[in-house]
């Protein structure tokens, strides 16, 4: 009745959920594992080294806490292979997750034949399923600079900078986004001079800038360097390195000669061999399939969520979409709020943010108030040595519900999950102000925050 193309967080949790309202679903995925960009090549490998360069960090500094254990020595395809360990058993699990639902899983490429055929190509062999639905989750890829060819070896996409096989020297990343940052922090650990080559004048654009400005700090402050304002001229691949050419705002030129070079630009969606002009499905300007609020295509019976359509590209809002989607084909009202899809940098401290930012709400001309609290005055922060960073929480001046709340912090990545619960019931600061948070938890920074709302702070 349903076929999914794409079993990346989209694809195979829409499938999943489409077999349990009782569709007969099919899975077509062409990467051989399930899990798509997710669980292979994204959110699982980055967060394993993220956290393995981060014990090796941390190990090198045990002495200073009375700890010791000797010289602490990098092995890198041991890091690799307990990176890998954990990309397999989680993908194997999607797999078994498929077929515990009852979900027909093909292997191989999906391409459209008619409207309600979908041609799947396996090595040489061409399997045609007829289909009355279908969906297309085929995610996105990584774009690279105008001119620039990826090889993997020294012009790296984030794929090749998750298996670089020994720590490169001088690492120089391009753009300070999700990847450019995460991906900075593992090798700056690991040991490699890190350069980051930004054109805006600000880190993680469309975040809270006082987040940004504050984050950049702690990162130079770890040892990753910065260079915004500054554009790419040129990249040329020599034998032994890679020459990266840039120019700043001012017209300085600055030339890196680096091991390896990062491209962390953006990405795209994924849409090359669906076959889309065939059945005539709308792509908008910028290359994402076109859907309405109901995720359906301009052809009846064909829908699209994911990375490849419009908003952030994360695997949660990914899994969301696929819910709501299955359960808009089994005739019930799925839906996804928009307004509540927090997104974390797995960096150390992390950063986190739900909802508006405050440039958001000044360009809406919305009314607000801020409570703001740092983690300096937060007992478990002190007690643990990890102070740094600070909860700010907006909320309507009127009314007081919670409009967003950004953060750095330790954890910040799961503490946010409290306040996205809370946007959801639509809180007030004053409702997270009143409830009783545990001694001592860095989760009292956002209570003290939510009363700082109302200038009534304890702890500062
Ligand atoms: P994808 O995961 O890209 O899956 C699409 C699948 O479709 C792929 O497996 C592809 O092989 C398959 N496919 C494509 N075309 C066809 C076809 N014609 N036939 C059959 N199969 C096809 N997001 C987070 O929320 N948290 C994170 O920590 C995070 N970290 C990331 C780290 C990195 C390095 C990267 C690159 C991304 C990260 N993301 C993270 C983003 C996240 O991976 C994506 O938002 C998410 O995977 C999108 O899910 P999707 O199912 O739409 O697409
Ligand atoms: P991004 O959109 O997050 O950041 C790209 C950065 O590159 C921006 O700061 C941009 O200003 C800059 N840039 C663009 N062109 C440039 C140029 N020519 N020169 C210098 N700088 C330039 O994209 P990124 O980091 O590639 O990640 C893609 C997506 O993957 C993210 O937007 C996010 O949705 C997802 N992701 C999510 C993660 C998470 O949730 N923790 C982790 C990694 C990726």
Same mark, same amino acid.
């Given at each position: ?32 594992? @399930?899990?798509?960009?997710? @669980? ?11 956290? @393995? ?11 200073? @806490? ?12 041991? #890091? ?10 989680? =993908? ?38 007829? =289909? ?138 994924? =849409? ?24 359906? =295509? ?28 299955? /359960? ?31 440039? /958001? ?61 809370? #946007? ?37």
């Amino acid at each position: 009745q349903v076929t999914v193309i794409g079993g990346g967080p989209a694809g195979y949790v829409c499938a999943i959920r489409l077999s349990q309202l009782g569709l007969k679903t099919a899975c077509v995925e062409s990467r051989g594992t @399930l899990g798509g960009t997710c @669980l292979n090549i994204g959110c699982i490998p980055s967060k394993s080294l993220l956290n @393995l360069s981060e014990q090796f960090y941390k190990a090198k500094k045990f002495s200073q @806490l009375g700890i010791d254990i000797g010289e602490v020595k990098l092995n890198l395809s041991m #890091m690799m292979k307990n990176k890998d360990k954990a990309v397999d058993s989680l =993908t194997k699990g999607v797999e078994f997750l498929l077929k515990k639902n009852k979900v027909s899983y093909f292997k191989g490429l999906g391409s459209f034949k008619s409207q309600n055929q979908i041609s799947i190509k396996y090595k040489d062999k061409i399997t045609v399923i007829e =289909t009355e639905k279908t969906v297309i989750c085929t995610g996105s890829e990584p774009i690279s600079l105008k001119g620039v060819k990826i090889d993997e070896k020294k012009i790296l996409s984030s794929t090749g900078a998750l298996s670089i096989p020994s720590v490169p020297k001088k690492m120089v990343v391009i753009g300070a986004g999700y990847i450019g940052l995460e991906m900075a922090s593992v090798w700056s650990r690991l040991g490699s001079e890190v350069h980051i080559v930004e054109f805006l004048d600000h880190i993680l654009p469309g975040m809270d800038k006082e987040i940004s400005s504050e984050f950049i700090k702690i990162l130079n402050k770890q040892g990753i360097n910065f260079h915004l304002k500054t554009k790419v001229e040129s990249i040329t691949n020599s034998n032994s390195s890679v020459i990266i050419d840039t120019k700043n705002d001012k017209g300085k030129s600055l030339k890196f000669e680096s091991d390896v070079v990062l491209i962390s630009v953006g990405r795209k969606a994924h =849409t090359e061999n669906l076959n889309l002009k065939l059945i005539g499905v709308e792509i908008d300007k910028n290359g994402k399939v076109k859907v309405n609020k109901n995720f359906e =295509t301009n052809i009846k019976n064909i829908y699209a969520i994911g990375d490849v359509i419009n908003g952030p590209m994360l695997a949660h809002k990914a899994e969301e979409e696929g819910i709501a989607v299955a /359960e808009l084909i089994a005739g019930q009202s799925g839906h996804v709020n928009y307004d509540v899809i927090p997104g974390v940098i797995y960096t150390s401290p992390e950063v986190a943010s739900v909802g508006k930012t405050e440039e /958001e709400l000044k360009e809406l001309k919305y009314s607000y108030k801020v409570g703001k609290f740092p983690f300096l005055a937060n007992s478990r922060a002190k007690a643990i040595d990890l102070p740094e960073g600070f909860v700010k929480i907006l909320s309507d001046s009127k009314t007081d519900r919670v409009l967003g709340v950004h953060m750095i912090a330790h954890h910040a990545g799961e503490l946010i999950a409290e306040m996205s619960l809370a #946007m959801e019931f639509g809180a007030s600061s004053e409702d997270i102000a009143r409830t009783c948070h545990a001694h001592p938890t860095f989760s009292e920074a956002i209570k003290e925050a939510a009363l700082s709302v109302d200038k009534r702070t304890i702890h500062s």
